[in-house]
C-alpha cells in the first residue's frame, strides 16, 4: 500500500493521492461502522418515558394519579407554607435585624441565616409536625382515614399554633376588611382570614425584639461618635471604629445564644 501512494504520487502528483486517500477513507469507515453497531453481546434496552391521557383499567390508576397530584400540589405550594403558616418568619427577621444591628453588612451570609431560621424553625414546630404525623399522616398511609379527614386533623395542630401566636387585633382588621360577620369561636375563624393576621403578628412581634436589639447597638456607636467629636477627629467615620467593639461585646455577651433564646421564649412566654 504504501509503495503505491508512493508511486502515484511519483506520476500523479499529490492531488491523485488525496483522492486515494478519500476513497479508501469512505470504503473503509462504513465497515468499521458496522461492526461496531454489531450486536457481539446482548444490550440492556433503554427505557422508554410516555406521557400522555388515557383512559384508567381500574380505580387504583385514579387514586394513585390524584395522590400525585396531591404530592405536586403540595410540593409546589410548600414554601408558601413554610413562610405563612410556620414561625420562620419571626426567625428570619429577627436573624437580620441581628446582622444590621452589628453592622457587619453581609455577614453572616444570606445561606447561613437562611438555613439558621429553617433549623430553628423544625425545632419550634417540632411539637406541631409530630402532631401531624401521629394522627394525619400515618393513619391515611396506612388507609386508617380518607383525604379530607387527613386535612381537617393536620390543620387543627396548625390552627393552634397560629391562634396563640396571633393578636386578636390582626383577626378583627381583616374580618373588618372582609366585612364578614364577626366569629362567636376560634373555630369559627376561617384559615384564608387567619394566615394573613398570624403573618402580621408575627411580623409586629419580630419588629419589636428587632428594637430591643438596636438599642444597645446604637448606644455604643453614640458614645464612640462623641469621643470621636470630642478628640477632633470629625473626618473618621465612627461606624469603623465602633464596629470592632460591637462584634466583641456581641461575642462577650454570647449575643447568638441570647438571641436564639429570646426568640423561643417568644413562642413559650
Sequence with gaps: MRAFFTRLIREHGIFLASAGLAVLFLWVLPAIATA???PSAPTVPFPQVQIGVGAAKNPQQVVGALQILLLLTVL??????LVMMTSFTR??????????AVGTQQVPPNQVLVGLALLLTFFVMNPVIRDVNTNAVQPY???????????????????AFMFKQTRE??????????????????????TYLLIPAFTLSEL???FEI???IYIPFIVIDMVVASILLSMGMMMIPPVIIS??????????IDGWDLTVSALFQSFHP
Design 36 to 38: 461496531q453497531t454489531a
Design 76 to 81: 409546589a405550594l410548600a414554601p408558601t407554607i
Design 91 to 100: 426567625i428570619i427577621v429577627v436573624l437580620s435585624f441581628v446582622r444590621t
Design 141 to 159: 398511609l396506612k388507609h386508617q382515614i380518607s383525604q379530607s379527614v387527613a386535612l381537617d386533623r393536620a390543620a387543627k395542630p396548625l390552627r
Design 169 to 190: 387585633k390582626d383577626i378583627m382588621l381583616f374580618y373588618a376588611i372582609s366585612k364578614e360577620p364577626r366569629p362567636a369561636k376560634q373555630s369559627d375563624v376561617p
Design 204 to 206: 409586629k412581634t419580630a
Design 210 to 212: 428587632g428594637f430591643a
Design 243 to 252: 464596629l470592632p467593639f460591637k462584634v466583641l461585646i456581641f461575642i462577650l
